[in-house]
T-cell receptor, first 109, second 119 residues
Framework: GQNIDQPTEMTATEGAIVQINCTYQTSGFNGLFWYQQHAGEAPTFLSYNVLDGLEEKGRFSSFLSRSKGYSYLLLKELQMKDSASYLCAGKDSNYQLIWGAGTKLIIKP | GAVVSQHPSRVICKSGTSVKIECRSLDFQATTMFWYRQFPKQSLMLMATSNEGSKATYEQGVEKDKFLINHASLTLSTLTVTSAHPEDSSFYIC???????????????FGPGTRLLVL
């Protein structure tokens, strides 16, 4: 079956760095997405990886290893507004998104 | 970037009534839109995939006669919750795909969501 695994909750300190891991098992693979979702709001697109390696976008970076079925989202210089859920989603051979349950990130002062 | 709007943002209705939610892609054409439901503190649950000009594809367990989807144009999809009951109270979110059709570069952009409360 298809599955996306990510931690349920993480806590980090303002100004620090946090890495949110995601492992995936999909029927075929056509990319890995990360979305941010603040409480009570819809998800917003953060990043897309289809090739191995690190994609950097400001304070956020996303990494992919296709051979390991693994991705992570790296958040630097954490700010209080980064407190949100981070959703990992893999695109399968039918180009359908398989969603993880999300990682709730709590930022403490 | 791609913008998707949803209307209304919040609706309260009586049990037994029907509610229509609109999803619009504002600056791009979307041949495919998706409807999700999210209960508090839970993950997104895909309800159906809406293709312009054809019938929607519903996920297992989603009643197509209860959740009517119409995708009449490349920029508009509607979800109608018929005979709503309190258990239908949830956060309904639509998304639209942009990018090369069928290609891996496609990205889903989400509307702001509609919070439905059925009394």
């Amino acid at each position: 079956g298809q599955n996306i695994d990510q931690p349920t909750e993480m806590t980090a300190t303002e100004g620090a760095i946090v890495q949110i891991n995601c492992t995936y098992q999909t029927s075929g693979f056509n990319g890995l997405f990360w979305y941010q979702q603040h409480a009570g709001e819809a998800p917003t697109f953060l990043s897309y990886n289809v090739l191995d390696g690190l994609e950097e976008k400001g304070r956020f970076s996303s990494f992919l290893s296709r051979s390991k079925g693994y991705s992570y989202l790296l958040l630097k210089e954490l700010q209080m507004k980064d407190s949100a859920s981070y959703l990992c989603a893999g695109k399968d051979s039918n180009y359908q998104l398989i969603w993880g349950a999300g990682t709730k990130l709590i930022i403490k002062p | 970037g791609a913008v998707v709007s949803q209307h209304p943002s919040r609706v309260i209705c009586k049990s037994g009534t029907s509610v229509k939610i609109e999803c619009r892609s504002l600056d791009f054409q979307a041949t495919t839109m998706f409807w999700y439901r999210q209960f508090p503190k839970q993950s997104l649950m895909l309800m159906a995939t809406s293709n312009e000009g054809s019938k929607a594809t519903y996920e297992q367990g989603v009643e197509k006669d209860k959740f009517l989807i119409n995708h009449a144009s490349l920029t508009l999809s509607t979800l109608t919750v018929t005979s709503a009951h309190p258990e239908d109270s949830s956060f309904y979110i639509c998304s639209a795909k942009t990018g090369l059709a069928g290609g891996p570069e496609e990205t889903q952009y989400f509307g702001p969501g509609t919070r439905l409360l059925v009394l």
